[in-house]
């Protein structure tokens, strides 16, 4: 049973940040990586940021995000943070944290973030 939690979305002004948190729990269940995707109204789910818990730790920025986002992880906790800065109306979406385990990808429930002018 894979559980998420999943936490820090909400409303943020042009400009602003905010910070998203995911912890991963499940019995005999061990993660290669870790990410965050968004959908908004409309669009297909994209890929935002995802990093490694592997001792490399390598990270992968959509180029949208590059310079403004940043992705963190703990690898004790099954955990990654998403720390979002200079968020823009274009960054309104539901954020979705995955997970990587053999192979297979879990998904949250999602956390909704808008930015408003």
């Known amino acids: 049973q894979v559980q998420f939690v999943e936490s820090g979305g909400g409303l943020a002004q042009v400009g602003g940040s905010l910070r998203l948190s995911c912890a991963v729990s499940?019995?005999?269940?061990?993660?290669?990586?870790m990410g965050w995707y968004r959908q908004a109204p409309g669009k297909q789910r994209e890929l935002v940021a995802d990093?490694?818990?592997?001792?490399?730790?390598?990270?992968y920025y959509a180029n949208s995000v590059k310079g403004r986002f940043t992705i963190s992880r703990d690898n004790a906790k099954n955990a990654v943070s998403l720390e979002m800065n200079s968020l823009k109306p274009e960054d309104t979406a539901v954020y979705y944290c995955?997970?990587?385990?053999?192979?297979?990808?879990?998904w949250g429930k999602g956390t909704l973030v808008t930015v408003s002018s």
């Open positions: 990093i490694s818990l592997s001792s490399s730790g390598n990270a």
């Open positions: 995955k997970a990587v385990s053999n192979g297979l990808g879990y």
């Open positions: 499940g019995s005999t269940f061990s993660i290669s990586g």
